[in-house]
């Protein structure tokens, strides 16, 4: 049996066309920029320390939106703008990707039990597209509509998984049943 996917780029790949497919045809959304975008954060957070990127000043890993809000604030400018990203980033991904993950992660004993993801995900995304001088006036553009459109891009995001579910879960023969 040969893999579905074996590199970075057929990742890549898998995800561009899953989400185009999703999005273009399922959705009825065309709108390549915010496509690719969703695509390539699904690549990103396929690593776990992409997930959980951002650092404080004292290089401590921030693994909360709390956290990372207050983060947020102590910085300027340009760090301050990517934080904001990343929050949004988050929040739509455990929202659209892993809904079942918020339970944990909005557990009553961590900072994030009162935050509302997407809320907080469409505030932060058009916080990050008010910086939009250059490099960043394209991708303002597209975090606009990702602020403008957080639900249905989450909406979205749930359907890729259960597409990416549905591939055949092929192994090397070689595997026996009690390798899995």
Same mark, same amino acid.
């Given at each position: +049996?040969?893999?579905?996917?074996?590199?970075?780029?057929?990742?890549? /790949?898998?995800?561009a !066309? +899953?989400? %185009?497919h999703?999005? @273009? &045809?399922?959705?009825?959304?065309?709108?390549?920029?915010?496509?690719? #975008?969703?695509?390539? $954060?699904? &690549?990103?957070f396929?690593? +776990?320390?992409?997930?959980?990127s951002? /650092?404080?000043i %004292?290089?401590?890993?921030?693994e909360?939106?709390?956290?990372?809000?207050l983060?947020?604030? @102590?910085? @300027? !400018?340009?760090?301050r703008?990517?934080i =904001?990203?990343?929050i949004?980033?988050?929040? $739509?991904?455990?929202?659209?990707?892993?809904?079942?993950a $918020?339970?944990?992660?909005? =557990?009553?004993?961590?900072?994030?039990?009162?935050?509302?993801?997407r809320?907080?995900?469409?505030?932060?995304?058009?916080i990050?597209?008010?910086?939009?001088e %250059?490099? #960043?006036?394209?991708?303002?553009? &597209? $975090?606009?509509?990702?602020?403008? =459109?957080?639900?249905?891009?989450?909406?979205?995001?749930? =359907?890729?998984?259960?597409?990416?579910?549905?591939l055949?879960?092929?192994?090397?023969?070689?595997?026996? !049943?009690?390798?899995?």
């Amino acid at each position: +049996m040969t893999r579905v996917v074996s590199g970075a780029d057929q990742l890549k /790949r898998l995800f561009a !066309a +899953m989400t %185009e497919h999703t999005f @273009q &045809v399922e959705l009825g959304v065309a709108d390549p920029p915010l496509v690719d #975008y969703l695509a390539e $954060l699904l &690549v990103r957070f396929v690593r +776990m320390e992409s997930i959980f990127s951002p /650092r404080d000043i %004292e290089g401590r890993r921030l693994e909360e939106v709390a956290d990372m809000l207050l983060e947020a604030e @102590q910085r @300027q !400018a340009n760090p301050r703008r990517e934080i =904001h990203r990343h929050i949004g980033d988050f929040t $739509l991904f455990w929202t659209g990707v892993y809904p079942e993950a $918020l339970k944990r992660l909005k =557990h009553w004993e961590r900072k994030d039990s009162a935050i509302d993801y997407r809320e907080q995900g469409k505030r932060s995304y058009y916080i990050a597209s008010t910086f939009d001088e %250059e490099p #960043y006036r394209q991708e303002a553009h &597209v $975090l606009r509509r990702l602020s403008d =459109h957080f639900e249905l891009c989450s909406a979205g995001l749930r =359907h890729v998984r259960r597409e990416w579910e549905r591939l055949p879960d092929e192994r090397p023969s070689s595997w026996s !049943a009690d390798q899995n």
